[in-house]
């Protein structure tokens, strides 16, 4: 029961206590009706694809003198776990451009620019909560991997009040950022701008039991030069104010333009993206734009006016890859999709992704039979379901993106450029899409260094790129080969499937082909693939069998002497020479995988056979009138993680094999001219 002031003073406090709270009420009602129902409405898709734990909208202006992207932000992070939680988390990561002490630039061993004015930062200028609390004596800036006082990429703000389950952290963020000169990924050159990771964005709260959390905390790395992102699935409202003569592109779906003054200098552009990882943008005068329509998804192709020439290559690889990703994988759910082939002088922006907005490259006079531009953009495609839709963490299983997409980037340039031509496809040389990616594994003499377990950036001596990339994609080239094509593909939809929008691990992935793979072909490959996993993804270890020797000795023998159990598959007559054949294999690495070999007889027979791979040799012995010619092992390269194919085949005329070699050696300059153009 209420007591009933009596007294002047007591009356004053109680109205202004009333008054308070009726100030607060409002406050939160107000941010309720500016931002839940904008989340909660539909505005590109009919249902929400994701959990939506974060939100943001911001109100953007590039001031193209400064080089600053000044925004006022508001943004909230609802805490869906079981957890009290005292802070939260954010990423500023042009903050790795501030200095030459950041861990960026310390990984990287280089400066951020040449001149103090090149470099790129983010400053918060205020922070409140919808109370107007000020939050910025709790700010604190903190290096959860490496401990470097000099890195600013990692905001940590302490809540006046811990967040319960269920409650919402609300922030009202003004802040500006610098972009650095130097792009990498994001920056400006001239009157060029590619502008991504360019906010202050949440981390990721992983409550006990998300991915590999033993507690509740949140995942939020450090900006370092061999990682890229991890991220919720959010809503994003933006309006970005540029001069009027700027051509601009973004992963949301354009939902106005209009002049932002009355001189008409500037235009305001607002956009709408939903669940999402990532909001990145572009500005640039000299774009021009085209558009094309795949299904329900209306493309969009920005590209620098004298190189229109490639749009027909760009639009065709962009189709097949959504064609193929689809089928094989599952729905591409948005129906909008931008990508930018930057200009050279932004060329330091190009291979990157931000789900429904990514960046190829190319340049003029690109010759046809180099399917590099379409490389590009399939692979950088393809992040928009590894690292968009299924959302895995990069900074600490960059394979489980990374690896994944290239083996689909492969899959996809094969299968519609040639499935021996899928890179280059020339008369006078061929090659193959996934031998590139092989190639650059087998080759690396730090094959061994480290497993694909590791942080994206602890990988030594230059291993990131080749692990995460180039042996992923290989070990899944042979998994493929070990469990079949369908069965693969039934892997991949069923991990959409499960994991869609809901950031899976490594482990997530494993327990799915096992699922599956039993499902399919029962105990066939054993009771799970865990031995196969355990090799290839979690071990070091090489795959290398080899024929050793084989041979054919005359026996003196009658066939009447001969035991039934002898391989003699037809009858001999009387004058017919008796041979024992004898196929010597070996296992030199310490990889153990089952392998097929073949064995083909000067009378034109084949035989095949099935071998475990587990002991470290194995002989097939043949009697009969038939002397073996050659023998194959792996004929229809399925391991190919094997890192010695030469070794796998042995032959009576030993004139083919320099010309194997020549072959691998002209690959391999070939790899090494397409990364030299690249760069």
Sequence with gaps: ???????????????????????????????????VPTVKSQIINKVPLSARQTYYNIDANLDILSKIVKGEMETYWVNKSTDIVPDVQLHLYLNAF??????????????????????????????????????????????????????????????PKAANPGDTVFLKINFESKLPSKIIRTGNT?????????????????????????????????????????????VYDVKITVPKEYVVGSGGMLMAEVDSDTEGKNKTLTYRAEDIVDFAWTAWPGYAVFTE?????????????ERIDQVERQF??????????????????????????????????????????????????????????????????????????????????????????????????????GENSGMINHPLLKVADKSMSRLSYINSDSRQAVSNAENSWNYPHGTYGMMSYNKTATWLYTMMGIIGEETTNEVFREYYKKWAFKHPSGKDFVSV???????????????????????????????????????????????????????????????????????ELERVGEVMLPVDV????????????????????KDFVYTGARMIEWVKIDPEFKIRMDVNYI??????????????????????FMQFFINFISL
């Design 513 to 583: 082909v096992n699922e599956v793979v039993t499902r399919m072909n029962g105990d066939k490959f054993g009771t799970d693939m865990n031995w196969f996993f355990d090799q290839t993804l979690y071990g070091t270890g090489l795959c290398d069998y080899k024929v050793a020797n084989f041979y054919n000795n005359k026996l003196n023998l009658s066939r009447r002497n001969i035991n039934g159990g002898d391989s003699i598959d037809k009858k001999l007559s009387d004058g017919d020479s008796l041979y024992k054949s004898v196929v």
């Design 98 to 159: 501030r200095n030459s002490r950041t861990t960026f630039n310390k990984e990287s061993g280089s400066s951020p620019a040449y001149n103090k004015s090149d470099s790129g930062w983010i400053d918060i200028i205020t922070l409140t909560d919808w109370d107007g609390k000020d939050l910025i004596p709790g700010m604190q800036y903190i290096s959860p991997d490496d401990g470097n006082s000099d890195d600013m990429t990692v905001l940590k703000i302490n809540l």
């Design 598 to 617: 073949l064995v083909h007889f000067k009378n034109g027979d084949e035989v095949h056979e099935s071998w475990d791979g587990k002991s470290r040799f």
């Design 190 to 234: 001239d009157d060029y701008y590619f502008v991504a990771q360019w906010f202050p964005k949440f981390g990721v709260y992983e409550p006990a039991g998300m991915r590999y959390a033993t507690k509740g905390g949140w995942n939020c790395h450090q900006f370092h030069r061999n990682s890229e992102f991890y991220s919720n699935h959010s």
């Design 293 to 305: 329509q795949w299904e329900h998804v209306k493309i969009t192709l920005l590209l620098p006016k």
């Design 647 to 668: 070794n796998n085949s042995r032959t009576s005329d030993p004139d083919r094999v320099p010309v194997r070699r020549l072959t691998d050696k002209l690959i391999s």
């Design 316 to 417: 065709t690889a962009v189709k097949n890859a959504l064609e193929y990703l689809t089928k094989n994988v599952g729905p591409f759910p948005w129906p909008h999709l931008t990508f930018v082939d930057p200009p050279a002088k932004g060329s330091g922006a190009g291979g990157m992704e931000y789900t429904t907005l990514f960046t190829s490259t190319s340049f003029t006079g690109i010759p046809d039979f180099l399917h590099l531009p379409e490389m590009v953009t399939i692979h950088e495609f393809g992040h928009a379901y590894f690292m968009g839709i299924l959302a895995s963490n990069e900074f600490e299983e960059p394979w489980l993106d990374e690896g994944v997409n290239s083996f689909w980037e492969e899959r996809i340039m094969d299968h519609y450029y």
């Design 1 to 35: 029961m209420n007591r009933v002031p009596t007294r002047r003073g007591e009356l004053h406090h109680t109205i202004k206590n009333n008054y308070i709270m009726m100030k607060k009420i409002l406050i939160y009602l107000f941010a309720w009706l500016i931002t």
